[in-house]
């Protein structure tokens, strides 16, 4: 199984490193971030499974990094838990009307509720994922409701040309796609390009599978298909 990773957005870095122990004792990957545009670029990176996110930042608040998460493709289905010193209810309607998932108020009395809090958001996105949004074949996964892939577990920053050429492909193993079919799938039925184009994205995807690279395999005057 795959580690679920956390991004901590606090600029209160007591408190940060304190989440941090928390979260890596108990077994999860975790990234941070001190003020929100860094978090809303680190967000599009990693692509975390959920962000533990403060209101109070520098640069942007963490109502508006909550507003640009939600607005971006690849982490619109991130998990937020809002941590804020403002406890008001009309603070938590804020953050909730954003899209938060849950909403915490500071200081932080129990690592332990906190840690029950993040499981229960998990938990409550499991039984979302239909089976038919994530493929997993000769250890590449991809998860396209997250925007995920993974080999062996371990992730990939995809473009999403990349992604969609990827999903393209591993979804019907041993099918040899034309290189214009491809160019229709991964960049869109109306892009005016040349066929070879596909083959930058195939060797750019291929780079970044590392030793799966040959798991795509090159359809000699056809295209590409996915090793069956």
Do not use: W
Not at 34 to 41: F, K, L
Not at 50 to 59: K, T
Not at 62 to 70: F, N, S, W
Not at 215 to 224: A, D
């Amino acid at each position: 199984m795959t580690t679920t990773k956390v991004l901590i957005v606090e600029d209160y870095a007591p408190l940060a490193d304190s989440l941090e122990y928390q979260l890596k004792r108990a077994g999860y990957e975790v990234s941070r971030a001190s003020d929100g545009r860094e978090a809303v670029n680190l967000a599009k990176l990693t692509l975390p499974d959920v962000i533990i996110l403060d209101v109070d930042l520098p640069s942007l608040s963490g109502i508006e990094v909550c507003r640009l998460v939600r607005s971006e493709p690849s982490t619109k289905d991130t998990l937020i838990l809002m941590l804020s010193a403002m406890g008001e209810e009309s603070d938590q309607m804020v953050g909730f009307a954003m899209g938060a998932d849950d909403y915490v108020v500071k200081p932080v009395e129990s690592y332990k509720v906190l840690l029950q809090r993040l499981k229960a958001l998990l938990r409550r996105r499991e039984p979302v994922v239909a089976d038919s949004e994530q493929v997993l074949h000769q250890g590449v996964m991809v998860d396209r409701r997250r925007f995920i892939v993974t080999v062996h577990e371990q992730p990939l920053v995809l473009t999403k040309s990349e992604f969609k050429l990827l999903e393209t492909l591993i979804r019907q193993p041993g099918r040899a796609f034309a290189r214009a079919e491809l160019v229709e799938a991964a960049l869109g039925e109306d892009t005016m390009v040349l066929g070879r184009t596909i083959d930058v994205h195939v060797r750019a995807l291929r780079k970044k599978m590392g030793d799966s690279a040959d798991l795509i395999e090159t359809v000699r005057g056809v295209g590409y298909k996915f090793r069956e």
